[in-house]
């Protein structure tokens, strides 16, 4: 069975940095290309990393950039969200979501189950 | 970026009813559309894909059609674990979600 498990601090202070991990099993990590997504409270989605198999290509969206880093670790089959000067719009749900390929493009399948960051003093 | 409408917000419908949810892109995504249902407390699960293509394990009640810039999600007769919130979300640069619709017994 596939499964992704999110963890980390699940409390941050503003101004701080967060780092989420994500165990993968049930498949062959290295051979996914990975995301991270999040979901503030009562609002909708918003993919915010993408990293490849190898980990050579990876994307960020506008909104966290120059904040963000994804990184994997293939021999531990996990990935990883780092993110800094975080203020409480980051509070939310932090989704990995592995890449599933189609013969057109890639979809987000499966997701972990998320975690529960708040940015709070 | 692409900006994807969903409509309606809300839509309230009774066990049995035919659930009609709306999203349209700002500009062209050809088929590279998918929607995703979420229910409270739940991670998202992938319904349809490549706009009309249903996810592995997904009844068959749940449809898409549509392509370039409209698109729709069809439940044809809701059941009871139907009621949640769908989100569609294009793959055609990087990936946007659109704001979601609410299906919630009437």
Same mark, same amino acid.
């Given at each position: 069975?596939?499964?992704?498990?999110?963890?980390?601090?699940?409390?941050?202070?503003?101004? &701080?940095?967060?780092?989420?991990?994500?165990?993968?099993?049930?498949?062959?990590?290295?051979?996914?290309?990975?995301?991270?997504?999040?979901?503030?409270?009562?609002?909708?989605?918003?993919?915010?990393?993408?990293?490849?198999?190898?980990? +050579?290509?990876?994307?960020?969206?506008?909104?966290?950039?120059?904040?963000? #880093?994804?990184?994997?670790?293939?021999?531990?089959?996990?990935?990883?969200?780092?993110?800094?000067?975080?203020?409480?719009?980051?509070?939310?749900?932090?989704?990995?979501?592995?890449?599933?390929?189609? +013969?057109?493009?890639?979809?987000?399948?499966?997701?972990?189950?998320?975690?529960?960051? #708040?940015?709070?003093? | 970026?692409?900006?994807?409408?969903?409509?309606?917000?809300?839509?309230?419908?009774?066990?049995?009813?035919?659930?009609?949810?709306?999203?349209?892109?700002?500009?062209?995504?050809?088929?590279?559309?998918?929607?995703?249902?979420?229910?409270?407390?739940?991670?998202?699960?992938?319904?349809?894909?490549?706009?009309?293509?249903?996810? /592995?394990?997904?009844?068959?009640?749940?449809?898409?059609?549509?392509?370039?810039? +409209?698109? /729709?999600?069809?439940?044809?007769?809701?059941?009871?674990?139907?009621?949640?919130?769908?989100?569609?979300?294009?793959?055609?640069?990087?990936? #946007?979600?659109?704001? &979601? #619709?609410?299906?919630?017994?009437?």
């Amino acid at each position: 069975e596939v499964q992704l498990v999110e963890s980390g601090e699940t409390l941050v202070q503003p101004g &701080g940095s967060l780092r989420l991990s994500c165990a993968a099993s049930g498949f062959i990590f290295s051979s996914y290309e990975m995301n991270w997504v999040r979901q503030a409270p009562g609002k909708g989605l918003e993919w915010l990393s993408y990293i490849s198999g190898s980990g +050579d290509t990876i994307y960020y969206a506008d909104s966290v950039k120059g904040r963000i #880093t994804i990184s994997r670790d293939n021999a531990k089959n996990s990935l990883y969200l780092q993110l800094n000067s975080l203020t409480t719009e980051d509070t939310g749900v932090y989704y990995c979501a592995r890449d599933w390929v189609t +013969d057109t493009t890639n979809w987000f399948d499966p997701w972990g189950q998320g975690i529960l960051v #708040t940015v709070s003093s | 970026e692409i900006v994807l409408a969903q409509s309606p917000a809300t839509l309230s419908l009774s066990p049995g009813e035919r659930a009609t949810l709306s999203c349209r892109a700002s500009q062209s995504v050809s088929k590279y559309l998918a929607w995703y249902q979420q229910k409270p407390g739940q991670a998202p699960r992938l319904l349809i894909y490549d706009a009309s293509k249903r996810a /592995t394990g997904i009844p068959a009640r749940f449809s898409g059609s549509g392509s370039g810039t +409209d698109f /729709t999600l069809t439940i044809s007769s809701l059941e009871p674990e139907d009621f949640a919130v769908y989100y569609c979300q294009h793959r055609y640069n990087w990936p #946007t979600f659109g704001q &979601g #619709t609410k299906v919630e017994v009437k």
